[in-house]
């Protein structure tokens, strides 16, 4: 069996991790930090550059609920609202990687 290891595999993959990665860092850290976004940015161009890959309006709640958080808009209840849109962004990447 072949598993095509092709840049969109690579970078599907690097978004899966840090997709992962970010509830830990959400909830652990500080919640007036400027990574969240970063990470959105990087998910909106992966959609946006991929087109078909991700749902942008998910894109569009998570990033919402980063900029809520960031500027201190109920930052204890947003971030548990901000898990569904993560959620969704993992379950459509593994997706992806097992070619659903």
Known sequence: MHYPFTLFNCIT????IATVLMP??????NLRANWPLGYYAV?????GGFSG???PFWVAAGAA???AIRFGVY??????AELLPLGYVAWR????LMMW
Do not use: K, M
């Open 53 to 55: 890959s991700l749902n």
């Open 93 to 96: 990447c593994v997706a992806l």
């Open 75 to 80: 930052p204890e209840r947003l971030r548990f």
């Open 24 to 29: 830990w860092r959400r909830f652990a850290g």
């Open 43 to 47: 998910i909106g161009g992966y959609s």
């Open 65 to 67: 609920c980063a900029v």
């Open 13 to 16: 993959g690097a978004i899966l």
